[in-house]
């Protein structure tokens, strides 16, 4: 099992709500005075769906992946992954530098490690 195999889909059933949670994430990164307040709210409502149970354990986890997710926009990876698709729209990359190619050559690499990881323990 991968982390990528829990993401969020278009029936998520988070915490809180996408936009929600995405106006949250621009206030925190964005160092907003009120971060702290948001950030405290946050770790009570998680908190106290975690104490609900699985169900609430569950909400938590995916609405923490879709954080992630909402995050991913904000980071240096995101930046270069942008460098690399403008370079690869206009003409600039060897086949084998093109991003869907470097992608899924390493997604294959993941998958094949985590099989044979399932298979060999």
């Keep these: 099992m991968s982390i990528t195999d ?8 988070l915490l809180i709500d996408r936009e929600t949670l995405a106006a949250y994430v621009e206030l925190i990164l964005a160092g907003d005075p009120q ?3 948001v950030l405290s709210r946050l770790f009570f409502e998680f908190k106290a769906a975690m104490d609900g149970g699985l169900e609430g354990i569950n909400r938590v986890s995916r609405t923490l992946l879709a954080a992630v997710e909402l995050i991913y926009v904000h980071t240096d990876a995101h930046a270069a992954a942008v460098k690399l698709y403008l370079l690869s729209r206009a003409g600039q990359l060897k086949f ?10 390493a997604l294959a690499r993941q998958t094949g490690a985590a099989h044979k990881g399932r298979t060999s323990g």
């Design 6 to 13: 829990g993401l969020p889909s278009d029936e998520e059933n």
């Design 35 to 37: 971060a702290a307040d």
């Design 96 to 105: 084998e530098d093109e991003p869907i190619n470097l992608l899924g050559a």
